[in-house]
């Protein structure tokens, strides 16, 4: 039982080595500080090296959020536990502060330091929205990309509806003159 508790926080500790993205979106994250979780559910596939977290998960970590309706978290044990990616699916929400992504579902490639939300995704930032099918987010580099690509089925009637679109609204500083 204590290898499954140590596994169980050593998996969220490197889970939240996430955030950074869009033009500076989630920039700025403490990954030392301490993590809490919760979950409805916790089930450890020690065999399969992978934890699920289900029933309304949320893992913090200094003022990051990530909440998602289950988590599964795939790592390698070898000497020590090395988390290699984590698979978000149901309402994805990553917030911090008044920054905040959203998908349906999302991947975290800790080995490449990529996150990829698909689905239709939505990222706000003081006041500013972009809407597309896919965003992925460089940890490295701070660089994030959204496109229309993974938006869906084209609507009835409609034999291809195209790679999709990105919309958005940006705001505009008032001048006083």
Avoid: C, W
């Avoid at 990530?66 to 149901?90: C, E, F, K, P, Q």
């Amino acid at each position: 039982m204590k290898r499954i508790a140590i596994l169980t926080l050593g998996l969220l500790g490197s889970a939240m080595l996430l955030p950074t993205a869009s033009a500076q979106v989630l920039t700025g994250h403490n990954s030392n500080a301490p993590v809490d979780f919760n979950a409805g559910r916790i089930e450890i596939q020690d065999r399969s090296d992978r934890v699920v977290l289900s029933g309304g998960v949320q893992v913090t970590q200094g003022n990051l959020t990530l909440r998602s309706a289950r988590m599964t978290i795939a790592y390698s044990n070898g000497r020590n536990i090395n988390v290699n990616r984590i698979d978000a699916t149901g309402n994805v929400v990553i917030t911090r502060g008044d920054e905040r992504a959203t998908g349906n579902a999302a991947i975290y490639d800790l080995d490449r330091r990529l996150i990829t939300l698909v689905g239709d995704v939505t990222l706000r930032q003081s006041g500013n929205d972009l809407n597309g099918g896919r965003l992925v987010i460089d940890l490295d580099s701070g660089k994030a990309v959204i496109d229309g690509s993974g938006g869906g089925t084209p609507p009835p009637g409609i034999e291809s509806a195209g790679p999709g679109r990105v919309t958005g609204t940006f705001t505009v500083p008032q001048n006083s003159r």
